[in-house]
């Protein structure tokens, strides 16, 4: 079998499709297709494969050619040696991991010279292979006759004969492997607190003595002990059980040497495998482990992030309407901006309603006088320092409309980002003339309007719905977390006369560049009139056209076909379809009735398979649909707007802030998220918060506990009687929230284990 032939077998059974579908999307990706543009235009390539398995695909493709061409460099090392054999050969074929492939190179690969080295330029191999060939003889009497200038005594001799065997078992790649499969399987994760270190330390608290099993142990968990360790709070050990692990590990190496009896040179041999164990084995064991954990502990904790990233992009949009946007604040007081149905800016202000100024009356005024210059539909109020009492403001200004008028709703959201997109270079160059603050303001209000248009103009990691982001593998998060805003815009589609560059740069086959060009074409020409005249934009060539078309809309065009997620390679069968209806295309879509008696099949050619057809009709009959949810927002209790105004049992709404492997945070307003704890998320057992929860849901839920010195909130979403039930010591390990996604204001210690770690910050 060739290379890519067990590249696309390897693929296909990991993402559950045929070699012939791993083929086909690897020749489209390696032609400089995009993931969006194959999962929904060829899927008769495919097979239907789609975006998640073709990430996938994507990444194990780039491992596993990265894994041959490491495998042919080490065929070629050994053979250049002369040392390849036929089964050495194989063995190198065989190996399934780039791990097993080093195992196999390491007696060949070059290293600096080692202490086996050493030994076996003093002449000692030949003692070792006596000792191996003679059991019954004393191992002391036959290194007495391997003394010489360079080896004083037998027990220099000795020493260096166990160094060689060392260094050969060490590079053993079968034992590697048995010790590796048998440490995954036995092995702990200890946690011990370096002395001194208890207040320093004190946030980690949970984890001064800690032990448990390491193929067990949760992401968030593992992130917890390595950071912990990394701030030298913490010293980490990984082993096998102390009492038993360690002597079946020894065992292990023994068998390696062969079978032992109990004659000398047998007892020699055993201690030789012990050895090998406490002084080599067992660090190579930790540091590779530890390796794995790692990588496990980040993949995790990267993919919590994108799915909770995909939920806030694909959150529900209010929609194209003129909106008030309020940045709370205090001292400084609350930045107002108001944006029209397509978001630009047209009018701002600054009031002083709260401390030190307190101009309640005056910025009552100035919020009735924007609302009736402007036509509010909506005011949008972050949810970050005097949030509620902002709310409260806007609640009385709404009060105080006159009879008849249409009162606006007001939404309290997110802003996660909004400074960073604020003090961003993106920002300055939308609003140079406006003041950073107010910037913030225009970004809170066009995130209630549309989440994913503003959203992506903030670095993903500064969104706040990750756990311990700052400590995972930074180019790995952020391809993934760029695959995840592709994915979003991509499926949503973009309206190509109102989109920013920032957005359209993340449509399939753009791209930064592209995207200024499209924004400068638009700015100089006005409305693109169809998607084909995107063709006129400066470097935007006949592939960047085949990749972005289909997401792009324009909305009124010359062409209807346009306002859809049709491509254009397939207006022509699209037609064929309308004309079979015998009605105009414009009266045909967004009309169900009259497609119904319409077959698939009968438009089937041999450009486009049943995939397509069936895409095109569900096109006509909703065209440019939008997958995202319908708008509803959370009702905040009146009178509750701190902390202290909590009571266990109280029923409250609340809006996901962010969902990790232990719970998901909810926004309750009082400044402060509160915690459902994954064993209260539902009256049945629950795996993985996802299944119950995502980012951006409006929940009801019942406070179960209160620490108000700490600023910790425990809830629950549970309707039986034993729901507010602390959970069990396993179920309570619960892990933190990233710096920036962290509760305001928490700090160590607590009630409970759920709580104390769940809400540790960094």
């Known amino acids: 079998m060739d290379t890519a032939a067990r590249i696309a077998r390897t693929i296909a059974a990991e993402i559950g499709a045929s070699p012939s579908q791993v083929t086909a999307a690897a020749d489209l990706l390696d032609g400089g297709a995009t993931v969006p543009f194959v999962a929904r235009y060829r899927k008769e390539a495919t097979g239907g494969l789609d975006d998640t398995q073709l990430r996938t695909l994507s990444d194990r493709l780039a491992y596993l050619r990265d894994m041959e061409t490491r495998r042919a460099a080490i065929l070629s090392s050994i053979r250049d040696q002369g040392k ?34 050493i030994a076996r330029e003093n002449g000692l191999e030949p003692l070792l292979r006596a000792i191996q060939a003679d059991r019954a003889a004393d191992p002391a009497v036959l290194a007495a006759g391997f003394v010489s200038d360079a080896v004083p005594d037998a027990k220099a001799a000795l020493d260096g004969a166990r160094d060689i065997l060392v260094e050969e078992l060490s590079e053993n790649a079968a034992l590697l492997g048995s010790l590796r499969d048998f440490m995954r399987a036995e092995a702990f994760i200890a946690a011990r607190l370096i002395a001194g270190k208890e207040q320093a330390g004190a946030k980690f608290s949970d984890y001064f003595d800690h032990r448990e099993r390491w193929s067990a142990i949760p992401s968030h968990r593992a992130l917890a002990i390595l950071r912990a360790a990394k701030e030298e709070i913490v010293t980490i050990d990984i082993a096998p059980d102390p009492e038993t692990g360690a002597q079946r590990a020894e065992g292990i190496v023994a068998r390696a040497i062969g079978p032992l009896g109990d004659q000398p040179g047998d007892q020699w041999l055993r201690q030789v495998a012990g050895w090998t164990w406490r002084v080599r084995l067992s660090n190579t064991m930790y540091i590779d482990l530890m390796s794995e954990l790692r990588k496990r502990a980040h993949d995790e904790a990267i993919r919590v992030f994108g799915r909770n990233l995909r939920d806030l992009l694909l959150a529900a949009p209010a929609g194209p309407r003129v909106t008030l946007g309020v940045d709370p604040g205090i001292r400084t007081g609350c930045k107002v901006a108001v944006v029209d149905a397509t978001g630009k800016l047209l009018d701002t202000a600054t009031i002083y309603p709260f401390q030190p100024n307190n101009d309640l009356r005056g910025s009552e005024a100035v919020l009735l006088a924007l609302i009736a210059k402007h036509g509010v539909d909506l005011i949008a109020i972050g949810n ?68 994913l248009a503003e959203l992506v103009k903030v670095p993903p990691e500064s969104i706040g719905v990750g756990q311990y982001q700052h400590d995972v593998d930074q180019r790995q998060l952020a391809r993934t977390l760029e695959a995840v805003v592709e994915d979003a815009v991509n499926a949503v589609g973009v309206d190509l006369n109102m989109a920013s560059a920032p957005l359209l740069a993340h449509v399939a086959g753009l791209g930064p560049s592209l995207a200024q060009n499209i924004v400068a074409w638009r700015d100089q020409n006005g409305a ?109 209790a009146d009178g509750v707007e701190e902390i202290t105004d909590l009571k266990p049992g109280m029923a409250l709404e609340g809006t996901v802030t962010n969902v990790a492997a232990f719970g998901a945070f909810v926004d309750i307003g009082v400044h402060q998220d509160g915690l459902v704890h994954v064993s209260q998320l539902a009256d049945r057992f629950v795996k993985d918060p996802n299944e119950v929860v995502k980012v951006g849901d409006v929940v009801r839920v019942r406070v179960t506990e209160i620490d108000v010195p700490r600023k910790r909130i425990g809830l629950t979403m549970r309707s039986g009687a034993d729901a507010a039930k602390p959970a069990s010591k396993t179920q309570a390990k619960a892990g933190p929230r990233s710096a920036s996604s962290a509760p305001k204001s928490s700090s160590p210690g607590g009630f409970g284990a759920a709580l104390a770690e769940a809400m540790r910050r960094k």
Request: net charge positive.
């Open 84 to 117: 390849l054999t036929d089964d050495l050969a194989r063995a190198i074929a065989g190996a399934e991991t780039k791990a097993a492939l080093e195992d196999i190179y390491l007696p060949f690969k070059p290293k600096r010279r080692t202490k086996a080295m």
């Open 384 to 451: 970050g320092t005097a949030s509620r009492e902002t709310e409260r403001l806007v609640a009385e200004v709404l009060k105080r409309l006159p009879k008849g008028a249409r009162v606006p709703t007001k939404v309290v959201v997110s802003e996660a980002g909004a400074s960073v997109y604020s003090a961003s270079e993106l920002a300055a160059k939308e609003f140079p003339q406006l003041d950073v603050s107010l910037r913030g303001a225009v970004s809170i209000a066009r995130r209630l309007q549309d989440p």
């Open 528 to 636: 693109f009139p169809s998607r084909a005249a995107l063709k006129k934009v400066t470097g935007l060539g006949p592939r960047a056209f085949e990749q972005c078309a289909g997401f792009l809309r324009i909305r009124g065009g010359k062409e209807p076909l346009d306002a859809s997620a049709v491509h254009p390679e397939a207006y022509g069968v699209a037609r064929k379809i309308v004309a079979a209806c015998g009605r105009d295309i414009r009266a045909i879509m967004g009309d169900g009735a009259a497609l119904r008696g319409i077959r698939a099949e009968q438009f089937v050619d041999e450009h486009f398979g049943l995939p397509t057809i069936r895409d095109i009709l569900a096109e006509l009959e909703k065209p440019g649909r939008d997958p995202r949810p319908g708008f509803v927002t959370a009702s905040f």
